[in-house]
């Protein structure tokens, strides 16, 4: 029997975090180790020419690789960022319909590796990305 899925509740919406909401993200579903969310950019999210900014979508890779990561954890345990590799494959605008999914491909005592993928509304990839992140777990037979 598999563990109950940590509730992550508090962080649908704007993960947490007010930026992500100025971005234009809203995380709407997740489940044990897995998370997505839709992408309207807004202007704040995009360069003078108009386009996403690329740094922007790095914030958004780590954001849900984040959410995924502690959503696969158990209470009072969490990850934090060691590295993320991502490329944008196709432009992105202001009021473009993306999707947003994160997920933790494996884990280790103290690693989780994590993939996502941001596609358009035809489904095709916009940006993928690859992360490892740290993991702070409880010490063994800590209950709390």
């Known amino acids: 029997m598999s563990p109950p899925v940590r509730d992550m509740d508090r962080s649908l919406g704007d993960g947490g975090m007010p930026l992500l909401a100025q971005l234009g993200v809203d995380f709407q579903r997740y489940g044990e180790g897995w998370v ?5 950019p807004t202007d704040l999210a995009c360069n003078p020419a108009g386009g996403v900014h690329g740094g922007v979508f790095g914030v958004i890779h780590d954001a849900a690789m984040n959410f995924a990561t502690n959503s696969a954890l158990g209470k009072g345990e969490f990850g ?5 590799s991502y490329s944008t494959l196709r432009g992105a605008v202001a009021g473009d319909a993306l999707a947003v999914r994160g997920e933790v491909v494996r884990v280790t005592k103290q690693i989780a590796y994590l993939a996502t993928t941001i596609s358009n509304a035809d489904g095709e990839p916009v940006s993928t990305a690859t992360g490892t992140f740290f993991l702070r777990r409880r010490p063994q037979g800590d209950p709390t």
């Open 36 to 40: 997505e969310a839709t992408w309207t």
């Open 80 to 84: 934090a960022t060691i590295s993320i």
